[in-house]
């Protein structure tokens, strides 16, 4: 098949998307406005085109949730404790997801692959999917003893309910993000460069092809991607390219990866590839990490634009070590990873900290979210309120590309470190907030942030989950989540199914799934 048959295909397959390719005139001209200083980070949010947010009853539980825009609705499912179809309880702090499969059209099924950021607890013992059986006793410093808890759940959805959800891999830890595959599987991700061989176990930070039937899965590490503290990946649908963030306080780099076996099947990725960490041409170890200020930066505004080239990383499964850097404020960890090590030396650039990531099919890009870029009130680096870059490739010369800032926050009513982020299939951007819980004119929670196609953004929904014991015993819950306040847990996992109607989305503690739906029309998303 050819590139452009493939590319075709794969647009088909993902409903169609507007391109969502931030022209460099739009920002310009946006950084012009009351709402950005003088470096076009953006000071509060402009006016969402869906209106104002108010509480919204759940379709599943009765209760006010969330606080969405006037028309839209939603429906929770799979928390934290329920029982799922295979006899295991759902593991919590739910984190990344991608819908993976839709079939027979909207009274189908949509499949959707979601991600659990534990350490340890009660295990997913699936048959033939535990990559790491070790029991961890309580040497780990806030870390309970138990068994590896982090691991992946598929969830299948016909007209709107939940019909089944079951483990498909366990024994992996703190299983953060990831992305969808070519071939309708899940790419989990973990966040972390443990090894637990002194314990009896193995080693950790891998990324791992997770299928939509827990019977096919095969928990083989791929060791070629990296071992690194995984965040998320988007692939290119043209080149099957994967590209991927590291989350790693100032010692990040911006990897991708090119299969050496292009065929678009599960397993193909254990046969190896290249990886590969993003360099500035013509800038060894440039710092992206804020705004030119008082401290060096290689960037200076929103806006700002650099030639990419790729260096190659020949020991992708290296043990993390010390940090030899000598810019300021590597970050509090006193070791990097690996494969940042030797992308370090090679010239690589360095992010602050790499988390999602979405590739827009119509603009030919991925989207790059940067949690901290910029400084605190101390003038520290990577200790800011977030960005977002895009990265173009050049199709005519695959070894050199674009990366462009699109997006920085100066205050956190208008960016609250976004986290995960995903491209709606009318082009729009949307990310989750993950930073301290903002007050805003809505009220106090995290936010699900929307973009317009100049780069400013917009609230779309506000997180606003309290819990009392009495809701809790009305949901037949009560002892499987604690009551509380949550309006300051983190949304996760934001994917839009290929359609357009439904954006499924997870709010991390408790511990939940929704699906929201409405007039999406009247805005971008």
């Not at 397959?13 to 200083?37: C, H, R, W």
């Not at 990725?269 to 804020?290: C, F, I, M, S």
């Not at 977030?386 to 695959?398: I, K, L, M, Q, T």
Request: a neutral charge.
């Amino acid at each position: 098949m050819s590139l452009s048959a493939v590319r075709r295909r794969d647009l088909l397959k993902a409903g169609g998307t507007l391109s969502l390719a931030v022209p460099f005139a739009a920002i310009m001209e946006a950084q012009a406005s009351a709402t950005t200083n003088d470096q076009g980070q953006q000071l509060e949010p402009v006016a969402s085109p869906y209106g104002p947010l108010a509480p919204v009853r759940d379709q599943a539980t009765g209760l006010y949730l969330l606080q969405l825009p006037r028309g839209f609705s939603y429906r929770s499912m799979s928390w934290t404790g329920d029982m799922m179809g295979d006899g295991f309880r759902v593991g919590g702090a739910h984190d990344g997801m991608a819908v993976v499969q839709m079939t027979g059209g909207r009274s189908g099924e949509t499949v959707l692959i979601r991600n659990h950021e534990l350490a340890t607890g009660a295990q997913y013992a699936v048959p033939g999917g535990v990559y790491d059986g070790v029991f961890v006793p309580p040497v780990i410093p806030g870390v309970p003893a138990g068994f590896l808890a982090g691991g992946c759940t598929v969830l299948r959805i016909r007209n709107g309910q939940l019909v089944d959800h079951r483990a498909v891999i366990g024994g992996t830890v703190a299983n953060c993000a990831g992305g969808r595959t070519l071939w309708n599987s899940w790419l989990t991700c973990e966040e972390t460069t443990e090894s637990l061989v002194p314990l009896g176990g193995k080693k950790h930070g891998y990324v791992f092809d997770v299928p939509m039937d827990p019977t096919q899965t095969s928990p083989v590490p791929l060791v070629a991607m990296g071992r690194f503290s995984h965040e998320a990946i988007a692939t290119d649908p043209v080149t099957g390219t994967i590209y991927q963030t590291e989350d790693a306080r100032n010692v990040a780099a911006f990897y991708r990866f090119k299969p050496a076996n292009p065929a678009r099947r599960y397993g193909a990725l254990a046969d190896g590839g290249v990886l590969q960490a993003a360099k500035l041409v013509g800038v060894d170890r440039a710092n992206l990490l804020h705004l030119d200020g008082a401290l060096p930066s290689s960037v200076s505004r929103v806006g700002d634009r650099f030639d990419v080239e790729w260096v190659t990383i020949d020991a992708p499964d290296a043990d993390r070590g010390p940090i030899t850097e000598t810019e300021p404020d590597p970050g509090p960890f006193p070791q990097a990873s690996g494969p940042y090590r030797e992308a370090r030396a090679k010239g690589a650039l360095r992010m602050s900290r790499g988390e999602g990531i979405w590739w827009d099919h119509m603009a030919s890009c991925v989207y790059v979210v940067d949690t901290s870029f910029g400084t605190n009130g101390e003038g520290r680096p990577g200790r800011g309120l977030g960005a977002v870059w895009a990265y173009h490739p050049d199709r005519e010369n695959p070894e050199r590309g674009t990366l462009t800032l699109v997006y920085a926050a100066a205050a956190r009513v208008a960016g609250n470190n976004p986290d995960n982020i995903t491209v709606s299939p009318r082009g729009g951007l949307l990310s989750c907030d993950d930073g301290d819980a903002v007050q805003d004119q809505f009220g106090i929670g995290q936010r699900l942030m929307g973009y317009r196609s100049d780069g400013l953004a917009y609230i779309f929904a506000k997180n606003n989950v309290m819990l009392s014991d009495a809701d809790l015993a009305r949901m037949g819950r009560t002892g499987q989540v604690p009551a509380g306040d949550y309006r300051g847990s983190e949304w996760a996992g934001a994917t839009f199914d290929w359609s357009g109607r439904a954006l499924y989305v997870n709010i991390q503690r408790p511990g939940l799934t929704l699906a929201i739906s409405g007039p999406w029309g009247r805005g971008n998303l």
